[in-house]
């Protein structure tokens, strides 16, 4: 069964940065796209970032625009979500998903999600 694992989250003031990190438990999974998604407060999920399966096409919410970096390291099987000039709105649980061709931007099924990484932006 595979897991998607993230790591990285924490507490930080705004303008610091984090990265998060994000890989799979039990078997590889390099040849799918891979999107960062996060979850605030009694809010719904929303896309973060998007990455194609090599790597080539990206893709930002307006909100993490300039701010945000979405890569992957196929040889490791990670992808990686650089976090900039972070701001209190930042603050949420990030998730990854990986699907085997695009990824999406809503919330159409994709078959692996981890369980989230929490990050906390303090004013």
């Known amino acids: 069964q595979v897991e998607l694992v993230e790591s990285g989250g924490g507490s930080v003031q705004a303008g610091g940065s984090l990265r998060l990190s994000c890989a799979p438990s039990?078997?590889?999974?390099?040849?799918?796209?891979k999107a960062w998604f996060r979850r605030a407060p009694g809010n719904e999920r929303e896309f973060v970032a998007g990455?194609?399966?090599?790597?080539?096409?990206?893709l930002y919410a307006d909100s993490v625009k300039g701010r945000f970096t979405i890569s992957r390291d196929n040889a490791n099987d990670t992808v990686y979500l650089q976090m900039n000039s972070l701001k209190p709105e930042d603050t949420a649980v990030y998730l990854c998903?990986?699907?085997?061709?695009?990824?999406?931007?809503?919330?159409?099924?994709?078959?692996?999600w981890g369980k989230g990484t929490l990050v906390t932006v303090s004013s």
């Open positions: 039990g078997r590889p999974l390099y040849g799918f796209s």
């Open positions: 998903n990986a699907n085997i061709f695009q990824y999406y931007t809503d919330s159409r099924p994709v078959p692996y």
């Open positions: 990455i194609r399966r090599n790597g080539a096409g990206t």
